[in-house]
């Protein structure tokens, strides 16, 4: 079966930490952009950071630079990093892959998302 299956997240003081995890089951993230995005609610989703293999350096949003990391287990999954965790980064987290050979626009595959909540 062809989806995205995240793990990790759940509930943290602020200036903890947390791992989300996405793994990909019937393809691989081999010549695809993987991005990780939030939405809180009442508010617009939101861009966290994008990883595209060919490509050696990941972007992320100024709300998270130097707190949050992409890294690669291996082909087939891809973990945010997430430290120094404040109250305005809970969200339920998605990561979304592209199509092979796509860019970042042409995302095709989606996570089920995971709950991330901070606590002051």
């Known amino acids: 079966q062809v989806q995205l299956v995240q793990s990790g997240g759940g509930s943290v003081q602020a200036g903890g930490s947390l791992r989300l995890s996405c793994a990909a089951s019937g393809f691989n993230f081999m010549s695809r952009c993987v991005i990780w995005f939030r939405q809180a609610p009442g508010k617009e989703r939101e861009e966290v950071a994008s990883?595209?293999?060919?490509?050696?350096?990941p972007k992320y949003a100024d709300s998270v630079k130097g707190r949050f990391t992409i890294s690669r287990d291996d082909a087939i999954k891809d973990n945010l990093e997430m430290n120094n965790l404040k109250p305005e980064d809970t969200a339920i987290y998605y990561c979304a892959a592209s199509r092979a050979g796509g860019d970042c626009s042409e995302l095709q595959h989606w996570g089920q998302g995971t709950q991330v909540a901070v606590s002051s």
């Open positions: 990883f595209y293999r060919s490509f050696s350096t």
